[in-house]
């Protein structure tokens, strides 16, 4: 691996569909995939440590942990951050964040195209971020929840792939408006992505792993039920 460096444990359960792996951006040890019939919450931890056995390493070998920090499912980011912070202040190593979308963008990144990754958000709306893969990371739309409409408008022109699993939900808008749609093997981000980023993306090292909370970019559905 580079420079010698350990390998880090990447955590991504932003989707229904959630994985973990080990390695680094040169090299991939392990990558397990949880599927939607599984709850993260039960399903998280055994991952971790089936990951790490085939990778052939205890967590005392790592040298880092790397998550997709939000937005997407509420309960997943906040399933996936705990465990990261937990893991980053047990094992005492850097702890790494980055949207959930750019992870997903990443996995798609092919050339100077710009890629627009989205996540159903519901109601309408999608969190979406647009990126550009050209000798290093350039976002062309930070993440956020937008309506799709006001995406197309912005990003079309542009000529991006559209990547995830909200743009699988609204494919014939978006290829109404002249959008391409990438396959659904591309519509989840995955934590093998979250390694590669953090060779290209070193912004992604979290400064304060105790302090640091997941961005979640709007309000449970619990929170947005009480406020009426």
Excluded: Q
């Excluded at 998280?44 to 942990?65: D, H, K, S, V, Y």
């Amino acid at each position: 691996m580079t420079n010698g460096a350990r390998p880090l444990l990447a955590l991504d359960t932003s989707t229904p569909v959630g994985s973990v792996a080990v390695g680094r951006a040169d090299r991939l040890l392990a990558e397990v995939v949880m599927g939607v019939a599984l709850r993260h919450a039960e399903a998280l931890m055994p991952a971790i440590a089936f990951a790490l056995e085939r990778a052939g390493l205890t967590p005392a070998g790592l040298g880092g942990i790397v998550v997709a920090g939000g937005p997407g499912s509420f309960t997943g980011v906040r399933i996936a951050g705990a465990a990261a912070k937990g893991l980053a202040r047990a094992l005492d190593v850097p702890l790494f964040a980055y949207s959930g979308l750019l992870a997903l963008a990443a996995g798609a990144a092919a050339c100077a195209t710009p890629i627009c990754a989205l996540f159903d958000a519901r109601r309408g709306e999608v969190y979406a971020a647009c990126y550009r893969f050209d000798a290093g990371v350039h976002t062309l739309l930070a993440p956020g929840p937008r309506a799709l409409a006001a995406v197309l408008e912005e990003m079309t022109p542009l000529r991006p792939l559209f990547v995830g699993d909200g743009a699988l939900a609204h494919r014939s808008a978006i290829e109404a408006a002249g959008g391409r749609v990438a396959p659904v093997h591309l519509a989840v981000p995955r934590a093998a992505s979250l390694l590669w980023l953090v060779d290209v993306e070193p912004t992604g090292r979290v400064a304060d792993a105790a302090a640091w909370e997941p961005a979640y970019l709007r309000p449970s559905g619990a929170e947005r039920a009480a406020c009426g």
